[in-house]
Every structure is written in structure tokens, then in C-alpha cells.
């Protein structure tokens, strides 16, 4: 699935399309997190070069890095827990972009829906 | 009512009102929607044991239910859990007695209007028919009771247990009740099936409120007081997902009354049978 991501920098407005693949997972009752890999590609639709780091949001981890780039692509390996959102961010840490790896959880949080059989229905 | 059960009433809802506000202010930064909302339609019966009284059709069937970190709504359950992980909760809940709703079709209306008695007979497998005249205007308000207490549930594969501790909060009769149950699902494909065994045991308070008479109350025979009783409980519940929004659903549920419940001089019956079947609507 395609994201286009605006992207605004002091310099002007910039423009850059970030995909994440995938960037969804379905998270069976059973386990407790995603593990997969993600290839994430960037691509300034202008053509223009600049500096960005990959950042996931949920714990302001680096992911990867690039200096004078007009378009990135890294592939990483990732245990997500819940829909975490990964951002594009220039050296002044201005955002620049950022799309969402989205994790349906099918795990119930908690005990299974509880019932009470002794209900009236 | 008086004043100190209104008090503890108040306090226990507080409490709980306490833990959904939390829990649902969590729920606002999440995406995921807490409340489950659904509407059966079909048809369905709950036979009622006691004397005359109609058994009670089901129609509409709703259901109700609210999710939160600790606090949980389940139509007329509302709980906060104390503990809980993937396999276990201990919660504190608040729950309705289910014995009132045999009474709810006392009125002067139902009578007929020469004859204020309502003759009662009890035929029992194994017993002599007995003959009782039921006075309904005698006969003192069965009130729908407001139950407090644990609550504790463990699952293993698709096997549940569950165990109610209650006492009588709304001051009518001061009443206990144990009530456990074990349950087992079975999910095949968009077949879910689930099959219950369960026990109930209400304190003599309990019963002889509900299938008690008091020495005001009676006719001809003499005042009952009822023992603690164990009422059996076997439920199969049937649910088919035909797509987001529509189900299928049956259940039925059979109740075997305790001995102190069918002693009663106001019961005609020693079960409960219920059962529905219908379309069901997820909202």
C-alpha cells in the first residue's frame, strides 16, 4: 500500500513518498508481538537531496540515516507490540514525514471476554 | 431501603465509576473501540416455576459490554479487575440476583377479580400432587436485588472457570451466593460453541425471600423457611459470525432447582428451561 507522506523542512516544503512493507501485521492469540521485517523506502518526490534519519517513534529509536539523499531504502528487522508510528526527521529533528506500521491485535489484552453464564442471556 | 445500603451502594459504584473513568479515559488515545453493542432478534422462552406466573418470552435480546484496562461492563455486571494476565482475573463485581424476574408478573390485573386465591398444585416426579391456595396480595414484593462481592476466572485451552462470591448489598434479605461454573469452547471456523456445567448456592436468607412465605402470607398451608440450596446449571450456547455486522446465535439452558426451591409451597416446577434462537446485530 502506497503512503505519501507531506513533507515540510525550513528550507521550503518538501514532498517525499515513505512506504513501509509491510506495514501491517495481524498479531495471533498466542504470541505477544510482530516479528518481521520491514523495508522502508523514501523517495523526495522533488528530487531534492537532503538529511534524514528513520526514527520509530515509540521509543525515539534510529532505525537508519541518510546525508544528501534524495530517496533511502533499509531493511530491518523489528519486534512490534502495537501499531507504532516510524518518522522521517531532518538533523534539526524537524519532522519530515511519518507513516504507521499498524498491528491488529487478535491476542485478547486480558482473560478472554468473560461471561457470565448465570446472566439472563 | 434504608439509608446504610444506599450508602454502600453508592460507595461500590463510586468505586467503580472510579475505574471506568480511568480506564475509559485510556481508551480515548486508543484506537480500538472498548464498547460492544449488539441486538439479538428471534425467538425464545425462560419457563417460569413459580405458581401461575407466565413464562417469560425472549424477543430481544440485548447485549451490552464495555472493556477497560481494569473496569468492565457486561449488561448488568459491572466489575474491576483486580488482578488479571492472559490466563486469570480476580475482580470485584456488581451483579443482579436472577430470582426476581419469576415474580414479575404479579399483578391485580392477572387475577381473576372474584377470586383474590390462586390455586397452586405441585406435581414432582416421585411426589404426591399437593394442592396450595396462593394469596398473590398477600404475598410481600420479591425485589430485584443488587449482589456485591469476587469474582475470579482461569482459562486453560479453551476450558473456563469461574467462581462468584456474593452477598446482598440493597439490604432486602442479607443473602449469600457461591455460584461456579466450567465451561468449554470449541471454535470451528466461523462456529463458535460453548458448552457450561455450573453450580449455585444461595444461603437460607436467599431463598426464603424469594420462595419463602412468611406466617402473613399464607393461606392454608403453614410459613416456609428455606435451607441453603445448590440449583444445578447445563447452558449450550451456539454463536455463527456470518459477517461484520450479522450473527446467528442459540442457546438453551437447562436449570435443576435446589430441594429447598422446589419445598417451596410456591413452586410448580423443579427446572428452568430457557431458550432462544434468532439473528443477532453488531453494532
Known amino acids: 500500500m502506497l503512503l505519501s507522506v507531506n513533507v515540510s ?19 495471533p492469540e498466542a504470541e505477544s508481538q510482530c516479528k ?20 520509530r517513534k515509540s521509543d525515539e529509536k534510529s532505525i537508519a540515516c541518510w546525508q544528501d539523499a534524495a530517496f533511502g531504502r533499509i531493511e530491518f528487522n523489528d519486534d512490534i507490540a502495537q501499531s507504532t ?37 | 431501603m434504608n439509608y446504610s445500603t444506599w450508602l454502600n451502594i453508592l460507595k461500590i459504584l463510586t468505586l467503580l465509576c472510579a475505574g471506568f473513568t480511568a480506564s475509559f479515559a485510556t481508551a480515548q488515545s486508543e484506537q480500538d473501540s472498548r464498547w460492544q453493542l449488539s441486538l439479538g432478534v428471534g425467538l425464545g422462552v425462560r419457563t417460569n416455576p413459580v405458581m401461575d406466573n407466565a413464562d417469560i418470552p425472549l424477543v430481544l435480546v440485548p447485549q451490552i459490554s464495555y472493556q477497560g484496562d481494569h473496569f468492565f461492563i457486561q449488561n448488568l455486571d459491572v466489575g474491576y479487575a483486580l488482578y488479571q494476565d492472559q490466563h486469570q482475573q480476580f475482580s470485584v463485581l456488581l451483579t443482579p440476583s436472577y430470582d426476581q424476574v419469576f415474580f414479575n408478573n404479579w399483578d391485580a390485573n392477572n387475577f381473576i377479580v372474584q377470586n383474590e386465591t390462586t390455586a397452586i398444585t405441585k406435581e414432582l416426579p416421585g411426589a404426591e400432587p ?14 430485584m436485588a443488587a449482589l456485591a462481592g469476587l469474582e475470579y476466572n482461569v482459562n486453560w485451552n479453551d476450558v473456563d472457570l469461574q467462581v462468584q462470591a456474593l452477598r446482598e448489598v440493597t439490604g432486602y434479605y442479607a443473602g449469600h451466593e457461591l455460584r461456579m461454573a466450567l465451561s468449554k469452547s470449541i471454535s470451528v ?16 436468607e436467599t431463598l426464603s425471600y424469594f420462595y419463602g412465605l412468611e406466617e402473613e402470607e399464607t393461606v392454608d398451608s403453614m410459613p416456609y423457611k428455606a435451607n441453603p440450596g445448590v440449583t444445578t446449571l447445563l447452558r449450550f450456547d451456539w454463536n455463527y459470525q456470518l459477517n461484520e455486522r450479522w450473527g446467528l446465535r442459540f442457546f438453551t439452558s437447562y436449570r435443576h432447582l435446589s430441594d429447598p426451591i422446589i419445598n417451596s409451597p410456591l413452586l410448580t416446577n423443579d427446572n428452568v428451561i430457557t431458550a432462544f434462537a434468532g439473528g443477532v446485530y453488531h453494532f
Open chain 2, 189 to 204: 471456523g466461523k462456529h463458535d460453541v460453548k458448552l457450561t456445567l455450573g453450580a449455585n448456592w444461595q444461603s437460607a
Open chain 1, 9 to 27: 523542512a525550513s528550507e521550503g516544503t518538501l514532498t517525499a513518498e515513505l512506504k513501509l512493507k509491510p506495514n501491517i501485521c495481524i498479531l
Open chain 2, 130 to 143: 399437593t394442592n396450595h391456595q396462593i394469596n398473590k396480595q398477600l404475598l410481600h414484593n420479591r425485589r
Open chain 1, 36 to 55: 518481521t521485517t520491514i523495508v522502508a523506502e523514501w523517495k523526495a518526490k522533488n528530487n531534492k537531496a537532503f538529511s534524514v534519519c528513520l526514527i
Open chain 1, 85 to 121: 508510528q516510524f518518522e522521517l526527521r531532518d538533523a534539526n529533528n524537524q519532522l519530515l514525514g511519518s507513516d504507521m506500521f499498524q498491528v491488529i491485535n487478535e491476542q485478547k489484552k486480558y482473560l478472554r471476554s468473560r461471561r457470565n453464564p448465570w446472566s439472563f442471556f
